[in-house]
């Protein structure tokens, strides 16, 4: 009888122990990380590869993650992936949808997805892995564009969405891409693009121009971008022009070309207006500049009185791929509240090497940053140095976290998803 | 003249002599059927440095114009920019590559399986027929690529068309 009850108080204190959240019990790391260097404490496992080109992903509550593909993979342009056997890798992976695109966010059993030209939501069913076939369409008209077309998004907890309708253009040159060019003022690419656009979330077959909310200006290309649930506020991270040497070759050599502009960490708030096509951050100087095709001689500061500054910048052309502010209790407290950025690796640094591929932390107190950032996660690229973007064997896209605060990580060369956790040892 | 001095004279001027034949034989113009190493090397020379010359200057606008988006090696940018490297463009018809350089490039198009749509920005003011040649001898003659020379004459017919 004693014995009864000791083994059925044994099983009741195995069964009722909390899994710690700070250390993970039962996590196996892949022996290398999944490649991935990581701090002290960290490790990594590969839960998919070769899915596609990777864009943007999310992680559904019970565990299931959606990611989005920038190029149709048999004609499909979302992944689904699932573990059935509890180690983290996937068993089932599952394609649908019929258009390729960036943005991917869950919300309210909705699956939410940035194509080209449209936002879509597909509608996710309980315990099963692929949503209803045909999406429907959240909003639309937005203009065709052959750069920077790609829609990634926002969803605040107020019932919006906020899209990125990045500029048809680098610098809104008269003509585009060409040596010495001026720009063209006013710059008309800021009615319709380089801003940011609010739509109510819950409904159906909106426009652009009727249903949207401007909501914020001057921003080039936002792929990154996230709503911070603590602060209750929209951030970005900008891609910043390309080709100041280029074009500008009096006024910019080749190393200040490849360092700038800086690429822009921005709070954005209803009514910001950021300077693009007008000037851009220069975060050696630590302030707006006005832009050559206007004027500019990398030291005039005209156009940028009634802009906004960014909240940080970054080294040139990195291309900030996805934000992510971590909310969860499984890292250490240092990285509660701070921001997780996807640098998806440059293409115009040459001669000099590309940069970025690797996934950066900025620490947080409130709105602001509290301290410089620094590299979190590298050793994407493979080899170092990256002469040209083809070398780096993995480039870091999307970024989002589970509900026990692990990390999972999209690359767009192959379609690799990491699980990058802490467990403290 | 003296017995001695008459002889001198005959046997230097025998000498002489078949030197004269023996120069205009081995010189220039002599000789026709023999080979004449010194002569044709200097030849194969100055064809050799004509061609290093044109592939120094194509690369030159090749690193000024070109490199930014199709990189050092050629290889372009995954889903942005097309590689050059064995390049159905580069390789193939001559007005096209011509047409591409002068007037640029968009929408979508397909390059070794991969599908791009960006902008090409042209050429046409920033590079003259000579230049637009050169660029043309570098890219078919570097990257893996292998095709015929265009010449400027070629390229100043496409421009005016």
Redesign the interface.
């Known amino acids: 009888m004693i014995i009864f009850i000791i083994l059925l108080t044994a099983m009741f204190i195995t069964q009722c122990n909390p899994v710690s959240q700070s250390v993970n019990e039962g996590l196996i790391p892949d022996e290398d990380n999944g490649g991935l260097n990581l701090p002290d404490g960290f490790h990594a496992l590969v839960v998919a590869d070769n899915l596609g080109?990777g864009r943007h992903i999310d992680i559904n509550e019970n565990g299931d993650i959606y990611m989005a593909l920038?190029?149709l993979n048999n004609g499909k342009g979302i992944v689904a992936i699932r573990d059935t056997t509890g180690d983290s890798r996937a068993d089932e992976i599952e394609y649908f949808g019929n258009f390729a695109g960036t943005g991917m966010e869950i919300n309210n059993n909705y699956l939410y997805f940035g194509g080209d030209t449209m936002i879509l939501r597909y509608q996710l069913n309980p315990g099963e892995l692929v949503p209803d076939e045909v999406p429907e369409i959240v909003v639309s008209g937005f203009p065709e564009q052959?750069?920077h077309r790609d829609k990634s998004f926002a969803i605040d907890n107020h019932g919006y969405i906020y899209v990125n309708v990045g500029a048809p253009s680098n610098a809104c040159m008269e003509?585009?891409?060409?040596?010495g060019s001026p720009g063209i003022y006013p710059c008309p690419q800021l009615e319709r693009h380089a801003g940011i656009w609010r739509f109510p979330l819950n409904e159906l077959n909106q426009k652009q121009v009727e249903d949207g909310y401007h909501y914020a200006t001057g921003i080039r290309n936002s792929i990154a971008l996230t709503w911070n649930n603590l602060t209750d506020n929209l951030y970005v991270v900008m891609h910043g022009r390309?080709?100041l040497y280029?074009f500008f070759p009096g006024i910019y050599t080749e190393e200040l070309g490849a360092e700038l502009p800086a690429e822009e960490f921005l709070l954005v708030r209803d009514g910001s207006d950021f300077g693009w096509p007008y000037c851009y951050y220069d975060h050696l100087k630590g302030k707006l500049v006005q832009a050559p095709e206007y004027g500019g001689d990398g030291e005039k500061t005209d156009m940028t009185e009634d802009k906004d500054d960014p909240i940080m910048g970054f080294p040139g052309h990195m291309a900030p791929n996805d934000l992510l502010f971590y909310t969860g209790d499984q890292f250490p407290d240092k990285y509660k509240n701070g921001a997780f950025i996807c640098f998806h690796g440059s293409?115009?640094r040459?001669?000099l090497n590309q940069e970025g591929f690797f996934i950066a932390f900025v620490p947080f107190e409130g709105e602001l940053p509290s301290g410089d950032w620094e590299k979190f996660a590298g050793g994407f690229a493979g080899a170092e140095p990256v002469?040209?973007?083809?070398?780096a064997e993995h480039?870091p896209m999307g970024v989002t976290m589970g509900s026990d605060g692990s990390l999972y990580v999209s690359d767009?060369?192959k379609g690799k998803i990491w699980r990058i956790f802490y467990s403290g040892e | 003249m003296k017995r001695k001095a008459y002889k001198v004279m005959i046997i230097g001027s025998f000498i002489v002599l078949n030197a004269l034949i023996y120069v205009s034989c081995n010189g220039p113009g002599g000789n026709q059927g023999k080979v004449k190493p010194a002569e044709d090397a200097s030849e194969t020379m100055a064809a050799t440095s004509l061609n290093d010359i044109t592939l120094k200057r194509g690369e030159e606008i090749y690193n000024k114009v070109c490199l930014a988006c199709h990189q050092a090696d050629g290889s372009g940018v995954p889903m942005m920019f097309p590689p050059v490297t064995q390049s159905k463009f580069i390789n193939g018809d001559n007005e096209q590559l011509i047409r591409v350089i002068l007037d640029g490039m968009s929408g979508p198009v397909e390059i070794k399986g991969e599908e791009y749509n960006s902008i090409m920005p042209p050429q046409k003011d920033n590079l003259d027929d000579q230049e637009v040649s050169d660029l043309i001898y570098y890219l078919r003659n570097s990257f893996s690529n292998s095709a015929g020379d265009i010449t400027a004459e070629e390229v100043a017919r496409i421009r005016k068309q």
């Open positions: 080109r920038r190029r052959n750069q003509q585009a891409r060409t040596v390309d080709q280029q293409w115009n040459a001669p002469k040209s973007p083809s070398d480039r767009s060369q």
